[in-house]
């Protein structure tokens, strides 16, 4: 079992910028992916970002390049994802997933096996 817990979610203004963390426990492996997720109301749940733990490699979707960066901190097991130039459109719930194994760096929900409660953030306009 794994389990992730994120923080850092809030309230901010358009242009503003946060940083959730996403802490992993359990019986983790080096050749997870770690992703982040988002869910705004009504809408289905979209991929954001994801890291490949081996090797920091990233893959981050076309909504969110140039403004949103992940990475990892292999000491404390934890993953980021670093938000700035928030826009109202990226008001959502944010989810850490965590896929046991893999090379691909997963963009789907479907391909991750563990779930955090997710984080609100919304942005002001």
């Known amino acids: 079992q794994v389990q992730l817990v994120e923080s850092g979610g809030g309230l901010v203004q358009a242009g503003g910028s946060l940083r959730l963390s996403c802490a992993v426990s359990g019986r983790t492996f080096s050749t997870c992916i770690m992703g982040w997720f988002r869910q705004a109301p009504g809408l289905e749940r979209e991929f954001a970002a994801a890291i490949r733990w081996s090797d920091r490699r990233t893959k981050h979707s076309d909504s969110v390049k140039g403004r949103f960066t992940i990475s990892r901190d292999y000491v404390k097991n934890t993953v980021y994802l670093q938000m700035n130039s928030l826009k109202p459109e990226d008001t959502a719930v944010y989810y850490c997933?965590?896929?046991?194994?893999?090379?691909?760096?997963?963009?789907?929900?479907?391909?991750?096996?563990?779930w955090g409660q997710g984080t609100q953030v919304t942005v002001s306009s």
């Open positions: 997933a965590y896929k046991t194994a893999g090379v691909v760096i997963a963009d789907s929900t479907d391909e991750y096996d563990y």
